[in-house]
T-cell receptor, first 111, second 115 residues
Framework: QQPVQSPQAVILREGEDAVINCSSS?????VHWYRQKHGEAPVFLMI?????EQKGHEKISASFNEKKQQSSLYLTASQLSYSGTYFC????????????FGTGTRLKVLA | DTGVSQNPRHKITKRGQNVTFRCDPI?????LYWYRQTLGQGPEFLTY????????KSRLLSDRFSAERPKGSFSTLEIQRTEQGDSAMYLC?????????????FGPGTRLLVL
């Protein structure tokens, strides 16, 4: 089942913050976050494996809730380079490499 | 480190023809994945190789699709009797099995247009 991302699209001014959510109806094993710019391949941002985990750095971080059904990506003080489509990519169990990508969130940062 | 490469970058074919795409992963990356991406959608998993063994395959991969990785290095994806619905970007990614982050490095993709 494909994870649902929200919002579908967001427009920000430089310096503003954004939160992108990735929700699954069932518990997940892992969540990866990717950013894809138009016409380019997806680029890995980070992985979360543990319920309650938070990782990343000051500008871009992510969390995985205790039930492991929702992950959120936090973009702080956005820059023009953050523009692109963000995808979560999930696995349901350990030992599978069948990654299911979310519905995507298009983010546009304006000067 | 030259990154993941894919050839050709673009392919236009007529319905019913066979096409083959090639993916060269990052050297020493033993995991290799194929995905299909249509406009506005996220990548859709097709298949996964660990070295030369094809360990997972999507049910979406019909009889017309086949993938190989004969020596555990490069991989090919073949589509037989192409249909207009096969038009998409075909992405290849590779990773290392000992990487705890399971980071997948994607190639630039092969864009297929079936007329």
């Amino acid at each position: 089942q494909q994870p649902v991302q929200s919002p579908q699209a967001v427009i920000l001014r430089e310096g503003e913050d954004a939160v992108i959510n990735c929700s699954s109806s069932k518990a997940l094993y892992s969540v990866h976050w990717y950013r894809q710019k138009h016409g380019e391949a997806p680029v890995f941002l980070m992985i979360l494996l543990k319920g309650g985990e938070q990782k990343g750095h000051e500008k871009i971080s992510a969390s995985f809730n205790e039930k492991k059904q929702q992950s959120s990506l936090y973009l702080t003080a956005s820059q023009l380079s953050y523009s692109g489509t963000y995808f979560c990519s999930t696995t349901r169990t350990s030992g599978t490499y069948k990654y299911i990508f979310g519905t995507g969130t298009r983010l546009k940062v304006l000067a | 480190d030259t990154g993941v490469s894919q050839n050709p970058r673009h392919k236009i074919t007529k319905r019913g023809q066979n096409v083959t795409f090639r993916c060269d992963p990052i050297s020493e990356h033993n995991r290799l994945y194929w995905y299909r991406q249509t406009l506005g959608q996220g990548p859709e998993f097709l298949t996964y190789f660990q070295n030369e063994a094809q360990l997972e395959k999507s049910r979406l991969l019909s009889d017309r699709f086949s993938a190989e990785r004969p020596k555990g290095s490069f991989s090919t994806l073949e589509i037989q009797r192409t249909e207009q619905g096969d038009s998409a970007m075909y992405l290849c990614a590779s990773s290392l099995d000992w990487d705890p982050e399971e980071t997948q490095y994607f190639g630039p993709g092969t864009r297929l247009l079936v007329l």
